[in-house]
Nanobody
Framework: QVQVVLSGGGLVQAGGSLRLSCAAS????????MGWFRQAPGKAREFVAS????????GYADSVKGRFTISRDNGKNTVYLQMNSLKPEDTAVYYC????????????????????WGQGTQVTVSS
């Protein structure tokens, strides 16, 4: 079993920054790709960013390109989401997820490809 645990999140003013962390532990399956998703009230969960096991391949939703950066430290089994220039519309519960069995360079925005999900953390951006 793989556990995915998030940290970070909170309240920030528009234009500010936050960093989310996501640690995978337990019976980790390498290579595994990681992704961030978010869900605003009354809306479906949507893709934010994804990164391959190698760290060399990344993908972003159009709404966060140029503002958010996903990275990982495999020595710490941790993935990060640096969020800059935050907007009120970024307010949501953010989720981290992990998936495996696709090689070292795979990343995806498809929720169905992920096997393990973290508990979610609230990010609130005030105007």
């Amino acid at each position: 079993q793989v556990q995915v645990v998030l940290s970070g999140g909170g309240l920030v003013q528009a234009g500010g920054s936050l960093r989310l962390s996501c640690a995978a532990s337990g019976r980790t399956f390498s290579p595994y790709f990681m992704g961030w998703f978010r869900q605003a009230p009354g809306k479906a969960r949507e893709f934010v960013a994804s990164i391959s096991w190698s760290g060399t391949s990344t993908g972003y939703a159009d709404s966060v390109k140029g503002r958010f950066t996903i990275s990982r430290d495999n020595g710490k089994n941790t993935v990060y989401l640096q969020m800059n220039s935050l907007k009120p519309e970024d307010t949501a519960v953010y989720y981290c997820a992990a998936g495996g069995g696709r090689g070292s360079y795979y990343y995806t925005g498809s929720r169905d490809d992920y096997d393990y999900w973290g508990q979610g953390t609230q990010v609130t951006v005030s105007s």
